[in-house]
Every structure is written in C-alpha cells, then in structure tokens.
C-alpha cells in the first residue's frame, strides 16, 4: 500500500489554511498548517513532508525567504500561492526554486491538480543514487564547491556560475551516465517554470559547455542524445 503524501499549508491566515486543510484531507492528503516560516521549520524537525503549499505574502519572514532558506538543504516540492497577478513575485519564486504557483483567490480543484501533477513529476524523476552529501564533487579538471556554488578548474581558479548552471551542473553530477530527458532536467532544476520554455534546457546546456569543455562544439563531458536528452561522460569523485 503506498503511503499517504503529507503535505504542509503554510498561510498566515488561518481561514486559508483551515480551507485548504480541510479540502486536502478529503481527497486523502494527510495535512499539517503553519502560519510561518518559523512555525514550518519546527513542523519539518518533526515530521517528513512530501510537498510544501506556501503563502508569497506573509509578515515579518515572506514565502520568497523562506523558500530561499529550504532550498540551501532540501528539494522538498513547493507550490506558492500568491495575491499577487504581476509576474515580479511568480518569476523570482521560480527562479528561487520553486515547482508551481497559484494566484489568490483560486478553485481549491485547480490547486488539487496542480498538488498532483507536481507529485507525478517528482515521482517520475530517476533515482539519486544513495550517496552522503557533498561539499566538493570533482569531475574532470574540475571541481564543484557545493556550499558555495563555485566551480573551480585545476588551477585553483574560480569559474562564475549563474543559478541556473549550478543547479543544472549539480543534476547532471548526481545523475552521471545516465540520460536525462529536457523534461527530467526542467524537473531537477526549475519545476514546472520551464513548461513554456521547452528549449531553455537547450540554451543552459550550451552556456554551461561553454564553461567546462575544451572545445563546446564537439563536447566529451556533456553529450547529446538525440531524441533522449542528453548526459554526463565523466568520471564523478565525491569529498
């Protein structure tokens, strides 16, 4: 029997959270509320969560911030809800790792199947090999410094990194050998922000070469499969 997703509502007001608890219980989700950012983080000392649904708008610590705090040690699936329709706050929750976002008020159904589909897409995600966690991965000449997304080459020097290419880099690092579909790397790295963008994968690979092959136009450490998606030829050491 497969085990029932927990899923935490964290909302500063507490007639959403009630709402939303309660809807989400009736469709079988075992559900916890927090009002804060703080009052989540103590929920996550106790309990292991499948999916977080977090207000953008809320006082003193907003959902941005603590978005940004759970993303320095989780992938945890979020979803924002958010009052605002200007596309500020949507863009920078995704660029900050979020999986969806949803505008205020919204139909407790749309939510349903947003909850779903972020659930199906992690589901589907290929398995992170069972490895302790890394501060330096190398591969290479090179080295990833995880805690502080620096990428060093054999001379020691630093080699800038956007948030975008980090994420992609440390994906295809976790996953080496294997071939990741655009639709597996949008997952591993953006979430659902990239649906409308199906060639912005394309775009991140070919910056990222440009950063770590000796020639980018004939690659030897990120191939190409065509049809497939593409992947990591590289011996990967972990420290």
Not at 32 to 50: C, Q, W
Not at 112 to 125: E, F, G, Q
Not at 139 to 165: I, N, Q
Request: hydrophobic share 40%.
């Amino acid at each position: 029997m497969e085990s029932v997703p927990h899923i935490a509502v964290v909302d500063d007001h507490r007639d959403i959270r009630d709402l939303v608890g309660k809807y989400l219980t009736q469709q079988g989700y075992r559900i916890s509320v927090a009002e804060s950012g703080s009052a989540l983080r103590r929920l996550l000392e106790r309990n292991a969560l499948d999916l977080i649904i977090l207000d953008i708008m809320m006082p003193g610590e907003d959902g941005l911030s603590v978005c940004r705090h759970l993303r320095r040690s989780t992938e945890l699936p979020i979803i924002f809800l958010t009052a605002m329709a200007d596309d500020t706050d949507r863009i920078i929750g995704l660029e900050l790792g979020a999986d969806d976002y949803l505008i205020k008020p919204f139909n407790p159904r749309e939510l349903l199947a947003r909850i779903r589909a972020v659930l199906r897409r992690v589901n589907s995600l290929p398995p992170q090999r069972e490895m302790p966690k890394a501060k330096t991965i190398s591969f290479e000449r090179w080295s990833l410094d995880v805690g502080r997304r620096e990428l060093l080459g054999g001379d020691g020097v630093g080699v800038p990194l956007s948030t975008a290419e980090f994420r992609l880099l440390k994906a295809f690092l976790e996953h080496p050998g294997m071939v990741l579909s655009r639709d597996q790397l949008m997952d591993l790295t953006v979430g659902r922000s990239a649906d409308s963008f199906d060639r912005s994968i394309d775009n991140q690979v070919s910056r990222l070469r440009k950063k770590v092959e000796v020639d980018p136009k004939n690659p030897s450490i990120i191939k190409t499969h065509w049809g497939g998606g593409y992947s990591l030829c590289a011996e990967v050491e972990r420290a």
